[in-house]
């Protein structure tokens, strides 16, 4: 949360990572120079894994601002990688647990498949960018060009279907390379982590994705929950984390819209 209380955080300084790349190498040679090879190839190494490794940290602000927890006694449920087949369903259950998510959706899926997004806002659901075509082999690594394509577009798509766009954006597989910034910033849009995750997204045992988002869920937390998987459990395990916060007496609630 910033000084003046928003959760909301789109990137100010989006290139500020240029600097610190061109003060690194100038140190590392420098290094060099003056000690030779032994302290300065571990100390390239180093400097290069200090700009890679945040790429691949869903919760590390190196390259964009992201939220990774709320204030207050609500759980903020997000659901990636709609819409699909699970939509409706889960829809209803959130429906009968009185529970409201922000579902994070692919562009071209939503292009796609118009009424769902429809339905999702019509009960009361919010809407996130997660994409135009979800490259998760290679999302990592894309140039600036098409890193702006990828976001922008599904942008484009999500507002042309409800109408406004989103305020939210959530990275493939959460991996954020020094480009996604920029286009955040260009299209107002606050990058959301997350704080609880069952690994629900690929192959897996519901009980025991349930087991590892229960013992991170609290207040405030940020739950990373998917839909349309392969394995066809995502509405099962999404009833069992509704189940849990029943449980506990913990509202699943949106952040207020002047977050």
């Known amino acids: 949360m910033t000084a003046t209380g928003t959760l909301h955080r789109t990137p100010t300084h989006p290139w ?5 790349l061109l003060l690194s190498q100038a140190l590392v040679a420098l290094a060099w120079a003056w000690l030779g090879w032994k302290a300065g190839l571990p100390l390239m190494l180093a400097s290069h894994a200090l700009f890679v490794v945040p790429v691949f940290l869903p919760n590390s602000g190196f390259y964009a601002p992201v939220l990774s927890r709320l204030p207050g006694p609500a759980v903020w449920l997000t659901i990636d990688d709609g819409p699909s087949d699970d939509t409706l369903a889960i829809l209803d259950l959130l429906e009968r647990y009185d ?6 959706m692919v562009g071209e899926r939503a292009a796609a498949r118009p009424e769902l997004v429809h339905e999702v806002l019509r009960r009361g659901h919010g809407l996130g960018n997660h994409s135009q075509s979800h490259p998760q082999a290679w999302f990592w690594r894309l140039g600036p060009r098409r ?10 798509a999500l507002a042309a279907i409800a109408g406004t766009p989103p305020r939210w954006y959530r990275s493939v597989v959460g991996m954020t390379n020094p480009f996604v910034a920029v286009a955040l910033r260009r299209h107002g849009l606050a990058r959301v982590g997350w704080s609880a995750r069952g690994f629900d997204g690929v192959h897996c045992r519901p009980d025991a994705v349930v087991a590892r988002i229960a013992r991170t869920l609290a207040p405030g937390a940020i739950v990373l929950l998917h839909e349309g998987a392969a394995h066809g459990h995502n509405p099962a395990i999404i009833e069992s984390v509704l189940r849990q916060l029943q449980a506990r007496g913990l509202p699943a609630r949106l952040p207020p819209e002047t977050a």
């Open 99 to 104: 529970a409201r998510a922000t579902f994070f």
């Open 147 to 156: 890193m702006a394509g990828e976001i922008g577009r599904c942008q484009q």
């Open 16 to 20: 500020r990572w240029i600097g610190w």
